[in-house]
């Protein structure tokens, strides 16, 4: 299953949303990969088993389950997340990528890629449904958090 999506994290025709800076984005970013438990709800913990150059190889923590994957940070454009598949886990990937169309407008591109089976059945249609709206959601909770990491707005550690 493929399925991407598209958050605008800027909108200059709304003064109740801060706007954030590329940069601030980005900070973000990196702090979702450094520190994903921040982010991702039933995560205990994540070790990171060896860092090089732009790459992330690390191992997460979920009660007995551990599951086991790459990032690879593209300095202020994107971070891709590469899971890979065991027997309980779907393998697959996940990139985040920044877009600006034009100054102050800023988007954050999901584009997951999984080994999910494409939907023939409506039961499948429907199973597909579901975790797309899973994902928009956690990805929602991550534009979010992000905001308040980075511009200090409230604790996000309250939410854990």
């Known amino acids: ?3 991407e999506h598209l958050i605008q994290i800027n909108d200059p025709s709304n003064p109740l ?3 954030l800076t590329r940069d ?6 990196v702090l979702r990969a450094e520190q994903p ?8 913990s994540c070790t990171i088993l060896a860092r090089e150059g732009n790459t992330l190889e690390r191992e997460l923590h979920y009660g007995q389950a551990t599951v086991r994957d790459r990032v690879t940070l593209t300095l202020r454009e ?5 899971i890979l598949a065991t027997e309980t886990y779907v393998g697959g990937s996940l990139t985040m990528s920044i877009e600006e169309p034009e100054e ?3 988007f954050l591109r999901f584009d997951y890629r999984t080994t999910l089976p494409t939907a023939e059945t409506e039961d499948d249609r429907q199973t597909s449904e579901i975790v797309k709206s899973a994902y928009r ?9 992000i ?14």
């Open 104 to 106: 102050e407008q800023l």
């Open 78 to 82: 994107s971070v891709r997340y590469d």
């Open 1 to 3: 299953m493929n399925f």
């Open 17 to 19: 949303v801060q706007p």
């Open 137 to 145: 959601e956690s990805d929602i909770d991550t534009v979010r958090l």
């Open 24 to 29: 601030q984005l980005w900070e973000g970013l």
């Open 37 to 44: 438990q921040l982010f991702v709800l039933g995560l205990d």
């Open 147 to 160: 905001r308040q990491y980075v511009l200090g707005l409230g604790d996000p550690e309250a939410r854990h």
